[in-house]
């Protein structure tokens, strides 16, 4: 089952973007007008961005368009993942040595290429998302020089894992995938293929409706749900509705 891109739009996070095209946040991103994608017709914008975070050396040089959907462009859930992950590793410098990581449904890819450049004892980095990103997460991978160490793959969410997913990674990073109800159940049953009772799964989540819930009552019958709470900035997030948990298999 394919699942659609559709986002609600959200406001920039804590981190300094320097560009060479002017995005504009308001773009027809509603993703409460229909559940095709071929029934809305985004705004194409297109430009490269330098996006910075304190604790990252070099900036992630980024693409963003939204020809081929809202994914293309990038999301508030995504910087606090992104800094939460960045302080862990100056907690430690050895987290995720040694490890294969899976972005899921990475959209322009910012999420696993921030990691990828920030922790060099990674294994490997997966960005996966359906056909319409393809082509703009390779674009990003190449602007940032990772094409050793990252690739990108297709993964539709509810449908058996391709082979090029396998094996499974150690570590699956899931940032803003909560956002589309008929994709509630595919994302679970993904989840679940991805995963052993050793994978550790990160997940960023912005609160939109109150069906979201259904959402969470789904996740808890197959994992362990934990809220993150040892994030310096999760008081200042959590008052914007948003969320970061660590899921673990039953």
Not at 8 to 30: K, L, R, V
Not at 179 to 201: G, R
Request: aromatic letters at 8%; one cysteine or more; a negative charge.
């Amino acid at each position: 089952m394919a699942i659609p891109d559709l986002k609600q739009s959200t406001s920039t996070g804590n981190h300094s973007i320097s560009s060479n095209h002017e995005f504009d946040n308001q773009s027809n991103c509603n993703p409460f007008e229909s559940t095709q994608m071929d029934a809305r017709k985004p705004e194409v914008e297109t430009g490269v961005s330098d996006i910075s975070y304190d604790s990252l050396l070099n900036p992630i040089h980024l693409q963003q368009d939204l020809s081929g959907g809202c994914g293309g462009k990038t999301w508030e859930a995504a910087d606090i993942m992104i800094e939460y992950l960045l302080w862990k590793k100056s907690q430690s410098d050895t987290f995720f040595d040694g490890k294969r990581i899976l972005d899921l449904g990475s959209g322009t890819g910012l999420v696993g290429l921030a990691v990828a450049s920030a922790f060099p004892g990674v294994q490997h980095m997966t960005l996966t998302d359906q056909i319409p990103m393809m082509e703009l997460m390779k674009q990003n991978i190449l602007l940032n020089g990772l094409e050793r160490k990252v690739d990108a793959q297709i993964l539709d969410w509810g449908t058996p894992l391709p082979e090029s997913i396998m094996p499974l990674s150690d570590v699956i990073l899931a940032s803003d995938c909560v956002y589309l109800e008929i994709a509630f159940q595919p994302l679970v049953d993904t989840l679940v293929l991805l995963s052993t009772k050793e994978t550790v799964i990160y997940l960023s989540y912005m609160k939109r409706r109150n069906a979201d819930k259904r959402f969470f009552q789904m996740l808890r019958k197959k994992f362990i749900l934990k809220e993150i709470e040892d994030d310096p900035k999760r008081e200042v997030y959590s008052r914007k509705g948003l969320h970061l948990y660590l899921l673990t298999k039953k």
